[in-house]
C-alpha cells in the first residue's frame, strides 16, 4: 500500500524560506508522478508544483513560478519543495500526491492523484 510521509512545515517571516520532504513507500519510486498542493481554510485545494519523470515534465503553479523548485531523489524516495521568498499569502497545509496513472494534461489537477499525505502546516509572517 502507498503511503506518503511529509515534513518540514513551520513558521517562517516573509522573505524567509522552508523545505519541504515527502518520502513515498509501498510502491517504485520513479512509477510516480509526484506533486504539492495546499489548502486554507474555506478553500479548495489548490496546485503547487508537480513533478513527472514518467512524462519528464515539471511544473508550477503561476503563483510560485521562480520561488518554488520541486525536485526529487529517486535513490531516497522522496520529493522536496523548496521555497524562497515566502509570502504571507503562501501560508496554507501543504499536501505531497502522488500518482502512477495520471496523464499529462493532470498534473495540474487535485482529482489526478490518487494518494496523498497528511499534510503539513506552513506559516508565514508579515
Known amino acids: 500500500q502507498v503511503q506518503l510521509a511529509e515534513s518540514g512545515g513551520g513558521l517562517v517571516q516573509a522573505g524567509g524560506s522552508l523545505t519541504l520532504s515527502c518520502t513515498l513507500s509501498?510502491?517504485?519510486?520513479?512509477?510516480?508522478?509526484l506533486a504539492w498542493l495546499r489548502q486554507t481554510p474555506g478553500k479548495e485545494r489548490e496546485f503547487v508544483a508537480a513533478?513527472?519523470?514518467?512524462?519528464?515534465?515539471?511544473v508550477y503553479a503561476d503563483s510560485v513560478k521562480g520561488r518554488f523548485t520541486i525536485s526529487r531523489d529517486n535513490a531516497k524516495n522522496t520529493v522536496t519543495l523548496q521555497m524562497n521568498a515566502l509570502k504571507p499569502e503562501d501560508t496554507a497545509v501543504y499536501y505531497c500526491?502522488?500518482?502512477?496513472?495520471?496523464?499529462?494534461?493532470?498534473?495540474?489537477?487535485?482529482?489526478?492523484?490518487?494518494?496523498w499525505g497528511q499534510g503539513t502546516q506552513v506559516t508565514v509572517s508579515s
Open positions: 509501498g510502491d517504485t519510486f520513479r512509477r510516480y508522478a
Open positions: 513533478n513527472s519523470q514518467r512524462h519528464g515534465s515539471i
Open positions: 500526491a502522488a500518482s502512477s496513472t495520471i496523464i499529462l494534461s493532470q498534473l495540474r489537477f487535485r482529482s489526478g492523484y490518487g494518494y
